[in-house]
DNA sequence: TATTGTTATACTCTATAACTATA
DNA sequence: TATAGTTATAGAGTATAACAATA
């Protein structure tokens, strides 16, 4: 989880502490948003019993029946061998299924069970609850706008760096 | 570190991939561009051999001289426990050191020492650069609202979950 | 030879609970 | 009793390297 510190100290002491030059850091502004974002998410879906990565690998296992393990781990910008025990995990609650496929018996298919399929149900409305209420301060102009601005920067970092190797971002 | 992947299997057909209702949608967003961000800036500083969150405990530390553990931990969003092998490391590096309190002898106050001054030094202008990395793509008004929308979406948060425990979304 | 999935292993980050030495 | 820091421990989350089965 990512819950925070003691009581003994009043948190305004804490935050009278100077920063310095962290404020107004990209990277800072984004990861303490991220944390705040994910937070609210982790928590409505903990009741659900599954995590954010746990969601998002149910989602796009459901929209791509069958797909080999390999391939979700690329998607979901993971190694192969990350994968592994998260489908154990997911197989075991039974929500995951792992098939052999007849042409390639190297394969194991991935497919969502029924079980699943009612959890991924349950949870999107969930999901997109926690978005509305990320999104809850602002016009939907500044939602476009704010999405917008995200992509432009992972363009500009993709140009600047123009990737050697091709490493893709995906979460 | 955070690399992706094999590559037997070509990053397009994983691209190709349907990831269904998870575009668009905030938190997604904000966790691959944070990503995105943070991988620059790991890899920079990774060569002055600290990471993105000791630079930030340096920044503190510096900017609040002979501060008590408890509060820096609270001030970068940290258990206490957490900081200790956080702050062993800095040490045992040579970059900070604890030092008694006359006043008060349970109290192990950081400094920040003169080679953890020279690495701050190195480093400031290394992230300031990854900033401006991450902000290429932006102009100077884009940049601000950004930012500004990043805060709204926080205080949004807040506001919506006004969190009856005083757990501050700090890093 | 190359690929798929698995194992074995390790490292980072984080927390909780219990402990110590003080206060 | 309460606080500061520490230890012991545990759990995510992630990766690399080596391996067996199969292509």
Do not use: H
Not at 45 to 58: E, N
Not at 90 to 115: C, F, K, Q, S, Y
């Amino acid at each position: 989880m990512l819950t925070s510190g003691d009581s003994a100290i009043a948190d305004d002491e804490a935050r009278s502490l100077d920063q310095g030059m962290l404020l107004g850091l990209m990277g800072r502004e984004l990861r303490v948003t991220y944390l705040a974002v994910f937070r609210t998410i982790e928590e409505r879906l903990d009741r659900l019993g599954i995590t954010p990565q746990q969601f998002a690998l149910l989602v796009v296992v459901e929209r791509n029946p069958g797909a080999r393990q390999t391939l979700l781990a690329k998607a979901r910008g993971l190694d192969k061998s990350t994968l592994v025990p998260m489908i154990d995990r997911l197989e075991r609650d039974g929500l995951l299924e792992r098939r052999p496929l007849a042409n390639d018996r190297r394969v194991r298919a991935i497919w969502i069970t029924e079980r699943g399929n009612e959890v991924l149900a349950a949870a999107i409305p969930v999901v997109r609850e926690s978005d509305e209420i990320v999104r809850g301060s602002l016009t939907e102009a500044e939602r476009a706008q704010l999405l917008n601005l995200m992509e432009k920067v992972r363009t500009g970092i993709e140009d600047r760096l123009s990737s050697p190797r091709g490493s893709g971002a995906s979460a």
